[in-house]
């Protein structure tokens, strides 16, 4: 039948996202995806584009599938701190749960490509709109609820916990622990609660 793949199209994507997750874009090479995916080169090009058009799929993958799917909880209308707190663990076991990521592919391709790329660099800052949206959400309630006691703007908390979301990879990616990640987390919330 023609036009149809002889390959999962979603997964061999998936495949890309953790290579470029692991290894960044630049070392990874198109012989390294094209393992790693289970296709031909030429499926790569005719499928995906260019190495450039396939990392932009697998960056929307990753802040549309797994990272908005760790956001939902803090972009629920109630959400207050205890959610903030959920949402930044339940970030920093995915770091962990691909084996050898060990950070945030958004925050790996932030640091690697955004100065240089414009694409990359409006994809994240959309996203990162989207973190500090749902974070003013939770942070306002959570004020509201009393589970925040203090006399700081709200724009200030989310600023800090945005350092936080957006730190915590970088930490991790230089060698902290899971545990040593969670304990700066539960410091962050305990200092709102002061």
């Known amino acids: 039948m ?40 030429q499926s790569l090009y005719d499928t995906f584009g260019t190495k ?20 939902k909880s803090v972009e629920a209308p109630g959400a207050s701190l205890g959610d903030v707190q959920k949402y ?9 749960a691909e084996p050898g990521a060990r950070s945030c592919f958004m925050v790996n391709g932030t640091l690697e490509l955004a100065q240089r790329n414009d694409e990359v660099a409006r994809y994240v800052a959309h996203f990162q709109q989207r973190i500090e949206r749902a974070l003013t959400n939770a942070v306002k309630n959570a004020i509201a609820s009393g589970e925040i006691r203090s006399d700081e703007p709200v724009r200030t908390i989310v600023r800090r916990l945005m350092t936080v979301t957006l730190g915590l990879p970088v930490y991790i990616k230089g060698g902290a622990s899971q545990r040593a990640a969670n304990e700066a987390i539960s410091t962050t919330i305990e200092s709102l609660q002061s």
Do not use: T
């Not at 450039?52 to 956001?71: N, P």
């Open 2 to 41: 023609a036009g149809k793949k002889a390959f999962d199209v979603e997964e061999a994507l998936r495949r890309a996202m953790v290579v470029f997750w692991m290894q960044g874009y630049e070392a990874s090479s198109i012989p390294d995806l094209v393992d790693a995916m289970q296709i031909g080169r």
């Open 52 to 71: 450039h058009d396939l990392y932009l799929a697998a960056l929307k993958l990753y802040c549309e599938v797994y990272a908005a799917g760790l956001l």
């Open 88 to 96: 930044l663990q339940a970030n920093v076991a995915s770091y962990f």
